[in-house]
């Protein structure tokens, strides 16, 4: 009876870190993913082409993943996850700060500077939830942060779209008005660290620094099986371009927001329930997944509102499983003392495949190019994807140093 108490007072202990966290990252996605909805709209209104917002889009999401592989390496070496955290959602200020923007090439720079950030924090964020929820499921861990996480993607772009409503598709009203929930973002991160910052560090210290050598075959294969995934993954950014495309003429770029809101609205409870079947039925719910991604780029190909919104549905079911059981295999597939630097490792094969992606369809769109080449391309690197996460799953190793 006593173990079980113990076993009890730790479980709340872990769930009230994850809640604690997952805020963090709600208020968060109210800012950042609250515009996400809307970058590509207000780029092409300051003269961007498709292919400048697929590229500016995936040079973006390659910043803030690949550049996850130094920022989780010199965590792991300093232990200094929460500085990294701090620095990290600091960044978030780049997004009011587009309210100022007159030139699509700034507008850019900043978008960049919010994944930089992104990119600082992710892995002491994921290293620092992966140890302080030990013991409740990995699945569970990250699939309750991402429901939580992605409240606040959903929120977020409500409040965008409200606002543009009210301010008659006013842009620079509508980023600037953000800096009162960055302001919230900031306050609360600070009382989290209070309460959480030296209680979970502790469980880092006196450990090896093992670094790269820890980090076995299945978990390079698993990494790179994600990138190509990634890569064949219609990027939401041309998905929201396209509706742009089609919202425009009638002036109704409030919409556009909505879309997004929807990618969100299914990404959270997916999340959470992806989690629960990863503890549940192990790694090969994964495959699901790879399958699911081929949908976006075949919805996306047919005309209409309908088909963009398919595409936009099936976009949130993947990036729901992306989000929780992608993250949680890594935790599996790694030691403790090298978490950060798996992390990083696997979010830049993450980051590479989102620039490919990005450039790839970002072309097509530009160029025209007919049904059949981009329902051909999804199919073939999927295939390809799936075939290496097979052969990755039946060589996995149980993690070192858990």
């Not at 872990?14 to 968060?28: E, F, H, W």
């Not at 009011?96 to 930089?116: K, Q």
């Not at 990404?267 to 719910?285: E, N, Q, T």
Request: net charge positive; glycine share 12%; aromatic share 12%.
């Amino acid at each position: 009876m006593h173990k079980n108490q113990e076993k009890g007072l730790e479980d709340r202990k872990a769930y009230a870190a994850i809640l604690l966290l997952g805020i963090v990252s709600l208020l968060g996605d109210i800012v950042y993913e609250g515009c996400r909805g809307l970058i590509p709209d207000y780029l092409r209104f300051l003269g961007a082409t498709a292919f400048v917002v697929g590229f500016i889009g995936g040079l973006g999401e390659f910043i803030g993943y690949a550049l996850r592989l130094a920022s989780g390496f010199l965590a792991d070496s300093t232990r200094a996850y929460w500085t990294f955290i701090f620095l990290g959602y600091g960044l978030i200020a780049s997004i009011p700060l587009l309210g100022i923007a007159g030139m699509w090439e700034f507008a850019a720079i900043l978008v960049i500077l919010e994944r930089l950030g992104k990119a600082i924090r992710s892995p002491s964020r994921d290293a620092v939830l992966s140890i302080v929820s030990k013991g409740v499921g990995a699945g569970k861990a990250f699939g309750l942060h991402e429901l939580l996480d992605q409240t606040g993607a959903i929120l977020g772009p409500l409040i965008v779209a409200a606002l543009m409503l009210y301010s008659a598709n006013n842009y620079a009203y509508t980023f600037i008005f953000l800096i009162l929930p960055y302001a919230t973002l900031m306050a609360f991160l600070t009382f989290t660290y209070i309460r959480l910052g030296k209680g979970g560090s502790h469980r880092f210290e006196d450990r090896k620094k093992e670094g790269f050598r820890s980090l076995g075959k299945p978990f390079y294969r698993y990494s790179m099986a994600v990138l190509l995934n990634t890569a064949g993954l219609l990027p939401v950014a041309l998905i929201l371009y396209r509706a742009s495309t089609i919202l425009q003429p009638g002036q109704l770029q409030w919409i556009i927001p909505l879309l997004y809101v929807l990618v969100q609205g299914v990404d959270a409870p997916i999340a959470l329930l992806s989690g629960y079947a990863y503890d549940r039925f192990g790694s090969k719910v994964l495959v699901l997944s790879f399958i699911l991604s081929i949908l976006p780029t075949i919805f996306v190909s047919s005309e209409g509102l309908i088909a963009l919104v398919a595409a936009s549905l099936s976009f949130g079911l993947v990036l729901g499983m992306q989000e929780s059981i992608y993250r949680a295999a890594v935790s599996e597939l790694s030691p403790i003392a090298s978490r950060g630097t798996a992390y990083g490792l696997f979010n830049m094969a993450y980051g590479i495949g989102f620039l490919i992606s990005g450039t790839i369809y970002g072309a097509m769109i530009d160029l025209g190019l007919a049904f059949i080449a981009s329902v051909l391309y999804v199919i073939t690197i999927q295939g390809i994807a799936l075939a290496l996460l097979q052969s990755a799953l039946r060589a996995e190793l149980k993690p070192k140093g858990d």
